[in-house]
Antibody, heavy 117, light 109 residues
C-alpha cells in the first residue's frame, strides 16, 4: 500500500521560501506513469492544484504560481519536494502531496503551513 | 484553461435520501473527470475516475455519469458518513495542468 507523508516547517515568515518534502513508502517514486503532485487548500476554501513532477523530472505548474514554484524529485530518498518562494499570508494553507494516475488515488494527510511574522 | 462549475454549492439532505451533484466544464473534457470526497481534517478520497469508474473500495451507492461538459455524481442513499464536501477535477494532458471545481457541500438537513 502506497503511503505519502508531508514534512516541513509549519510556520514561515513573509517573503521567505516555503519548503516541503513528501516521503513515499510502499512503492518506488520511479515507477512509470505516475505524476507526483502538490495540492493546497486555503482555510475554508476549496482545493487548488499547485503542480506535479513526473518520475523523469518533467514538471508542470499552476500558471498562477509558476514564477514562484519549484518541484523536484530525489529518487535516492524516494521523495519529492515543493519550494514556494516569496510567500505571503495568502499562501497560508494545508498542503497535500499525492500520487496521480488518472486521478489522485493516494494522498498524504496534509500539513498546515502558516505564513506569519 | 478549463473552468469547472459545481452545483449546487450546498445540498441539505437527510440520511437515506438520494444526492445528485453536478459538475460542468467550460469546454469538453471528454470523460477525463474525477470526483473526490473531502471531510474536515482528512485527506480527500478519490471516488470516481474517468467520469464513471468507481475507485477501489468505494461503495456501490456512489456512481458517476456524463461526458463532454456535463457530469453527475449520484449517491443513491446517503449514509451518515457521506456528509462531506465533494469536488470534481479535470487533469489536462495539453496544456498540462489540473483544475478542481469549487466543491459541493452535502450537509445534514
Amino acid at each position: 500500500q502506497v503511503q505519502l507523508q508531508e514534512s516541513g516547517p509549519g510556520l514561515v515568515k513573509p517573503s521567505q521560501t516555503l519548503s516541503l518534502t513528501c516521503s513515499v513508502s510502499g512503492g518506488s517514486i520511479t515507477s512509470g506513469g505516475y505524476y507526483w503532485t502538490w495540492i493546497r487548500q486555503h482555510p475554508g476554501k476549496g482545493l487548488e492544484w499547485i503542480g506535479y513532477i513526473y518520475y523523469s523530472g518533467s514538471t508542470y505548474y499552476n500558471p498562477s504560481l509558476k514564477s514562484r514554484i519549484t518541484i523536484s524529485i530525489d529518487t535516492s530518498k524516494n521523495q519529492f519536494s515543493l519550494k514556494l518562494s516569496s510567500v505571503t499570508a495568502a499562501d497560508t494553507a494545508v498542503y497535500y502531496c499525492a500520487r496521480e494516475h488518472g486521478g489522485l488515488h493516494y494522498w498524504g494527510q496534509g500539513t498546515l503551513v502558516t505564513v506569519s511574522s | 484553461e478549463i473552468v469547472l462549475t459545481q452545483s449546487p454549492a450546498t445540498l441539505s439532505l437527510s440520511p437515506g435520501e438520494r444526492a445528485t451533484l453536478s459538475c460542468r466544464a467550460s469546454q469538453s473534457v471528454s470523460s477525463h473527470l474525477v470526483w473526490y470526497q473531502h471531510k474536515p481534517g482528512q485527506a480527500p478520497r478519490l471516488l470516481i475516475y474517468d467520469a464513471s469508474n468507481r475507485a477501489t473500495g468505494i461503495p456501490a451507492r456512489f456512481s458517476g455519469s456524463g461526458s463532454g461538459t456535463d457530469f453527475t455524481l449520484t449517491i443513491s442513499s446517503l449514509e451518515p458518513e457521506d456528509f462531506a464536501v465533494y469536488y470534481c477535477q479535470h487533469r489536462s494532458n495539453w496544456p498540462p495542468g489540473a483544475t478542481f471545481g469549487p466543491g459541493t457541500k452535502v450537509d445534514i438537513k
